[in-house]
Nanobody, 121 residues
């Protein structure tokens, strides 16, 4: 079994900052890539940012220059530093991990339970 647990959501004023974290535990050989996604009420889930094992990152245009994704391979964690937050960033944020569970493969696509981020104007 693999579990992903998120933390760090909350309520912040426009222009403020929040840092989200996600920790993976359980049967893990390595984590190939992490991602953060978000889903606002009435909208589809969308990609926010991804990071590969080597540290290559990719961001949605709407968050470029404001959000930074980072990972700690030794601790199996990923973080999302969110600065200059806007009301349109309000959503439930989910972490995602592509996990290799053994040296022979056995890949698993895991999701966190979601954490609410609310940005007030």
């Amino acid at each position: 079994q693999v579990q992903l647990v998120e933390s760090g959501g909350g309520l912040v004023q426009s222009g403020g900052s929040l840092r989200l974290s996600c920790a993976a535990s359980g049967s893990i050989f390595s984590i190939n890539a992490w991602g953060w996604y978000r889903q606002a009420p009435g909208k589809q889930r969308e990609l926010v940012a991804t990071i590969t094992r080597s540290g290559s990152t990719n961001y949605a245009d709407s968050v470029k220059g404001r959000f930074t994704i980072s990972r700690d391979n030794a601790k199996n964690t990923v973080s999302l530093q969110m600065n200059s937050l806007k009301p349109e960033d309000t959503a439930v944020y989910y972490c995602n991990a592509n996990i290799q569970r053994s040296r022979w493969g056995n890949y698993y696509d895991g999701w966190g339970q979601g954490t609410q981020v609310t940005v007030s104007s």
